[in-house]
């Protein structure tokens, strides 16, 4: 959503991640034109891209798993079923229409890939025993177990070449098993692990690592070249595209939370829930590399890593997310767009080509059949959308191609709930919002009418409730000078900050709905009744604070009015204020005099007078330093605007004369200061 | 200083004088004559108790009551009366006399269940016998064949609340906590001070390691091992039955060496009976075998009397332990397991194989399996020289196969205490598997067999150093043990650590440790056979230096599985946000297992950087 100029919004009560553009006085809108904003809501058989653009999307059909907390890998068989290998009991699941089944037990923490091999067998790797098992007949049985491996993490059978290839981990090797089960090394990665495999163009195998995340290219026994060193840890999925291309998922994940180590007693205690700390979601990204092997990155997001690739039967790539479970797409142009948003966390298995397409997502382990585009449950739901107070909406705005319906509704809380509006008549056309006001929105377009319609530039203006600004304290400081705190006692002693007549007025305002504010200082002499502007008719304050000049006006003790108005913001009738006056703030720009300066043997004695008062510092300085002595009155505080000093110097000064300078402040920093030779 | 609490049950009787009763046997049933309810029971009334004495044969003694303190215990009155006996006069109170029945007007009015220490008069309280029939009453789990195993078979319905389990992860099995918390459960002795009831339990064939362990697990129970001998030779008297005022024993281990808690049968109704007016170890349903048994002697102390006595007849089973009695079944078989020890090493020991069977009970089973194995240990290897020890005990689990546990130990200066041996492995397995929450198992058999070198077969890590602190990716690390053994010059020891190459261009830090003190990462059992998988597992072999190693990667552990080392994608995979029944995550190390043929003492770390190399 782009954040049209004028005032920016921030409310102390919208937390909305969306802008909010102001069209005029009091009014702003919501408006959803990018990826990130239209995706922020519910996607039901419906697509946005990058452009800002809604459409209808894949529609899908819901078949849970059951027991089975995700999915790791998905076969497509020839009788229309699909056979899913699964974790975190390791059983093989078949869905045969709406039906989930368990088509085999593995004995393992998971099915990490499936493929067809000799006779049309099923042959699944599993972790962490390095097994491999074969599903025949409804039957599994143990078809390799993989010396010096834990994980089996992708599997390739080459008919070709009458051999299954196994990427394992934790040693990064890659294995060829004959019919027999008889297992070779193929390649020996440096890297731990060997996570995904693919049989390229050109009979080449191409396998990604999970350590530095290297894309291998591996054309023999032993032979092999780096053909990409991506950044981040993980090349996670790969899979071979139209024209010889090569689609590869690279992870970057970073630092995991530190783990506790496990006490060995743990081993045999009683399970429990498991609450550790989860990995932040890492970083995804999408890489092309053509036929001739050289890179272009098609596709990243910062908010996920990707767990899943597929390719499309329109050779497009098909990427899904770990988090939130989304499977996204990119074109040639680098239009990227959602094209399903499941209510999954993961995305596990993406078959898009083929006469049975499927999306499998893990926790929990759901299979989605791809049933078509779009449909007759064809919605888009925006996220709710915060306007920070009860609203007002106008008119309801957007551009679309084809027949669609939008609708809204409306709430006071942040998640949809029966206390909301129900949805409103839907609008074929731009039209004035029926919803009642609200605080949060959100925006529906159902595409049921027309499949091929597409929707963008969702614009919705809205006006707040208009809410008072409160100025809540008016403070005044000497330019320069810190506000004293009104928690905690001033300083004692300590050099006075130098004097200067102009004052720093700044004070603080609650203003619950961030429209702009004005304010209107006035000030008037401590006792009198009538208020004196401070600031201009015409002069506009827009800060927290003002400078206030003090030098023409009479010595005394002043208060200071702020008040604060939203009239900017708001019609006449509409706009509110508020005002609220200062303590009494000192106005002394005349130095203390000496009435009286002596000298008594060692002794200095003076009289300090001052118009306001009272004295607030007297001390001594010797033979032209400026190393200052304090000293305190006679009657020990400094607390009247006359006071009367007897400086005993004797400690400071050795004997024989020495010209002493005698200083003395006001409470506003005015100072003076007098010689008197000391014989 | 003489206590002023209550002690065990006790009963008196006249030395010498041998009444025969005709007391109903356990088969023949019939309602065991008239009661008299404690309301009608009167300061002065006199009449008289059935106890053994000597032998099998019931012998009356005087009673005379004193007064009935209402509300002695929760709805419960206690009858204060004077005994009178010629063998009382010496022993006053007797530990074991618990359970005689005493009669007034010709009524059962109930049982001697209550003394008190230091007793300087024969007085005693009486359960009401109302109290105690009400336990008789008491609904249990059905029979099923010979064996009722409550514990074991006992259906949903009938099943009650199993007192008897360990309260806490079965991998912190410790039979001294298990000890703790069913004294703590149990009201009659909570507190300790107030009525700590107890039962004589009769220890032969132990030692005194034995018997202190004994006293440790079972005193605050309630029970009160003393040494007693009598392992019971076999049936003197095949035809004995239970009848009131007979002895009665529950047989807790038996063969080479034996432990009995001897008490008074009440009365018998049937093929059941009450006994002892107070809880034996208030365990409620419970399986322990039980024998006629005949007194030997009453033994006249200070502090505390008590009979001395052995089984002459395994019959029927304890089938409830009740706070105002127990109750047998004499129908009822309480299925047992028999444990062996072996050990070798010792030549000429003349009893290198011992025998025992120990009842198959929650507590009482490690309980007797440590003090077997103990006892055998200590009484065959017995000698003031360092001893080097290691034993392999293979439990056999019904339907589940065996498994194989190792302890090691060296003792300085003579055989290790006995006591040592209720943190055994083998022990901890024992009450690990007989506690599981999962399902109830049946232990077929403990074997142990340990093997002994007079020696002190251990040498103490002094430290380590790497011996190129800068390794290549992919070769191994060199490290340089110091060890010094009990006697003799430090030596030096090299080994080689491998090193995975992706720890090319890491700091890497090594941990040192004796096999023994290190497990490998294990699932947490969500099953019985999660944890019989990780039982032998619970370590490496005892005489290995394990060198572990951190690495980057991280690992999770779930139902029997250990997957470690793991890419970041596959363990975030793996880990369910939905459901906290997820795998649990740990940091995954590598760790390798170097043989030193010796036990190990000591810890050390060393650190070396890995070089990466070009190719």
């Keep these: ?679 | 200083m003489r206590s002023s609490s209550i002690v065990v049950a006790a009963a008196l009787a006249g030395l010498g004088l041998t009444l025969p009763l005709a007391a109903p046997t356990a088969h023949a049933s019939g309602p065991g004559g008239p009661i008299m309810p404690v309301s009608e029971v009167k300061p002065g009334m006199k009449g008289y108790g059935l106890t053994v004495f000597r032998g099998t044969e019931p012998e009356r003694f005087d009673v005379e009551v004193i007064d009935v303190l209402t509300r002695f215990r929760p709805n419960q009155d206690l009858i204060l009366v004077k005994t009178s006996h010629p063998r009382l006069e010496v022993a006053r109170v007797v530990a074991g006399m618990s359970g005689s029945p005493v009669y007034l007007d010709g009524k059962m009015v109930g049982a001697y269940a209550y003394g008190w220490q230091f007793p300087s008069e024969a007085v005693a309280g009486v359960t009401p016998i109302q109290s105690m029939l009400d336990e008789l009453a008491r609904p249990l789990p059905p029979m099923l064949g010979p064996t009722p195993l409550p514990s074991v078979r006992a259906s949903a319905a009938a099943r009650e609340p199993d007192t008897q389990r360990y309260a806490g992860d079965v991998g912190a099995y410790d039979l001294r906590s298990h000890a703790r918390q069913l004294a703590q459960a149990s009201p009659a002795l909570a507190g300790g001070r107030a009525v700590p009831a107890s039962t004589p339990l009769l220890l032969g064939g132990c030692s005194d390691g034995t018997l202190r362990l004994a006293r440790d697990l079972f005193e605050p129970l309630g029970l009160d091992p003393v040494q007693g001998g009598g392992a019971g030779t076999g049936a003197i008297d095949a035809s004995a039955r239970y009848v009131d005022g007979g002895a009665i024993g529950v047989q807790m281990v038996s063969g080479d060496m034996s432990a009995m808690g001897t008490g008074t049968v009440t009365r018998v109704q049937g093929n059941r009976l009450v006994a002892f007016g107070h809880p034996m170890m208030n365990g409620g349903v419970s399986a322990l075998p039980t024998a006629v048994a005949r007194v030997v002697w009453v033994m006249a102390t200070q502090s505390r009397s008590f009979k001395m006595a052995e089984s002459v007849r395994p019959l029927g089973a304890l089938v409830n332990d009740r706070p105002t009695a127990i109750v047998v079944d004499d129908r009822a078989k309480a299925p047992t397991f028999p444990v062996e020890v072996h050990i070798e090493g010792v030549d000429g020991a003349p009893h290198p194989d011992w025998s025992f069977r120990v009842a198959h009970d929650k507590f009482m089973g490690p309980s007797f399996v440590s003090m077997a194995i103990g006892n055998a240990f200590d009484t065959t290897t017995s000698e003031r020289r360092d001893v080097t020890w290691h034993a392999r005990t293979a439990i056999t689990v019904r339907g589940h196969g065996t498994v194989t546990v190792d302890d090691v130990g060296v003792s300085v200066g003579g055989t290790p205490d006995v006591q040592d041996w209720a943190h055994a492995r083998a022990v901890r397995a024992v009450g690990a598997l007989l506690n599981n929450p999962w399902e109830d198992v049946v232990v077929e058999k403990v074997d142990a067999r340990i093997s002994v070198r007079f020696a002190r077969d251990m040498v103490h890590l002094r430290g380590a150093e790497v011996l190129a602190d800068v390794v290549d990716a992919g070769q191994p690390a060199r490290v340089r043990l110091h060890l010094v053994p009990w006697a003799g010059r430090e030596e030096t020891l090299d080994v080689e650590v491998p090193l995975p190459p992706e720890l090319a261009g890491r700091e890497v830090e090594i941990e040192l440790a004796p096999g023994w003190a290190e497990a490998p990462e294990l699932p947490t059992p969500d099953r019985l056979d999660d944890l019989l998988a990780n039982l032998p597992r619970g370590a490496y072999e005892p005489d290995t230096l394990v060198a572990s190693i951190r690495l980057p990667e991280q690992g999770v552990a779930f139902r029997g599985h250990v997957a470690s080392r793991l890419p970041p994608g596959a363990f975030d995979a793996l880990r369910p946000a939905h459901d906290s029944r997820a795998p649990e995550p740990f940091v995954s190390y590598l760790r390798t297992s170097l043989p030193l043929h010796r036990l190990l003492d000591g810890k050390d770390r060393v650190r070396l950087r890995v070089r990466p190399v070009l190719h």
């Design chain 1, 1 to 679: 959503m782009t954040r049209r100029p004028s005032f920016a919004v921030a409310t102390a009560l919208a937390v909305s991640t969306f802008g909010l553009a102001a069209h005029a006085v009091g009014t702003r809108a919501f408006d959803l034109g990018t990826l990130d904003d239209l995706s922020g809501g519910e996607l039901v058989a419906t697509s946005v891209d990058s452009l800002g653009r809604v459409r209808a999307g894949l529609s899908l059909g819901t078949v849970s798993l059951g027991d089975p907390s995700s999915v790791w890998s998905a076969l497509p068989l020839a009788d229309g079923s699909v056979l899913l290998g699964t974790g975190n009991d390791g059983k093989i699941v078949q869905v045969r229409g709406a039906q989930a089944s368990i088509a085999g037990e593995t004995g393992q923490l998971a099915v990490t890939s499936l493929t067809l091999g000799w006779g049309g067998a099923v042959y699944a790797g599993t972790m962490p025993k390095g097994r491999i098992v074969k599903l025949e007949g409804g039957k599994v049985t143990t078809f390799v177990d993989l010396p010096e491996t834990d994980h089996v993490w992708a599997l390739v059978f080459d008919a070709k070449a009458q051999a299954l290839y196994a990427a394992t981990g934790p040693q990064g090797k890659l294995w060829r098993i004959d019919r027999a089960g008889a297992a070779q090394v193929y390649y020996d990665a440096d890297e731990p692990h060997l996570v995904s495999l693919v049989a390229g163009p050109g009979g080449a195998l191409y396998a990604g690592s999970s350590g530095k995340a290297l894309l291998y290219k591996i054309t023999g026994p032993g032979r092999a070249s780096v053909v990409y060193d991506f950044p981040g840890e993980e090349v996670r999925a790969l899979a071979v595209g139209p024209h010889d291309t090569l689609f590869a998922v690279s992870n970057e994940y970073g630092e995991p939370p530190e783990i506790p180590r496990r006490p060995a007693a743990t081993a045999l205690g009683n399970a429990g829930p498991v609450t550790a700390a989860r990995p932040k979601a890492g970083k995804g990204t999408l890489t092309r590399f053509d036929a001739d092997g050289r890179p272009e990155r098609l596709l990243r997001r910062e908010d996920t890593h990707f767990s899943a690739l597929g390719v499309g039967d329109d050779g497009r790539p098909y990427v899904g997310t770990a988090h939130e479970g989304r499977v996204y797409t990119v074109d040639d142009a680098h239009t990227s767009s959602v094209v399903a948003d499941t209510d999954e966390r993961q995305v596990g298995a993406i078959v898009l080509a083929g006469a049975h397409k499927l999306i499998a997502t893990s926790d929990p382990a759901v299979f989605h059949e791809v049933r078509g585009t779009g449909g007759a449950s064809a919605v888009w739901t925006s996220k709710p959308l915060d306007a920070g107070l009860r609203a007002h909406f106008g008119r309801l705005s957007w551009r679309s191609t084809g027949d669609v319906e939008l609708s809204t509704r409306t709430g006071n809380t942040l998640t949809p709930d029966t206390t909301w509006s129900d949805w409103s008549a839907a609008l074929t056309a731009p039209g004035v919002v029926a919803s009642p006001a609200g605080r949060f929105v959100q925006v529906r377009a159902r595409f049921a009418r027309d499949p091929a319609a597409v929707v963008s530039q969702v614009l919705l203006p809205f006006v707040t409730d208009n809410l008072r600004p409160v100025v809540t304290s008016v403070d005044a400081a000497p330019k320069g000078a810190a506000v004293p705190s009104r928690d905690a006692l001033p300083p004692s002693g300590g050099e006075l900050a130098a004097h200067t007549s102009v004052l720093r007025v700044s004070w603080k305002v609650d203003n619950a709905d961030a429209d702009p504010l004005r304010y209107r200082l006035a000030y008037r002499l401590d006792g009198q009744a009538q208020w004196r502007d401070l600031t201009r008719p015409d002069e506009v304050v827009t800060k927290t604070e003002y400078e206030w000049e003090t030098a023409t006006l009479p010595e005394g003790r002043y208060r200071v009015r702020v008040e604060a108005s939203d009239d900017g913001a708001n019609p006449p009738d509409r706009a509110e204020r508020h005002a609220l006056e200062s303590g009494a703030v000192l106005v002394d720009n005349t130095p203390p005099s000496f009435a009286r300066l002596a000298t008594q043997g060692r002794h200095v004695l003076a009289e300090v007078h001052d118009g306001l008062g009272p004295i607030a510092r007297v001390d001594v300085a010797f033979d032209g330093r400026t190393e200052w002595h304090p000293f305190l009155p006679k009657d020990g505080v400094f607390d009247e605007a006359i006071e009367a000093l007897d400086l005993d110097v004797s400690t400071l000064v050795s004997a024989g004369a020495h010209l002493v300078a005698v200083r003395a402040f006001d409470q506003a920093g005015n100072a003076v200061v007098r010689e008197i030779e000391l014989k």
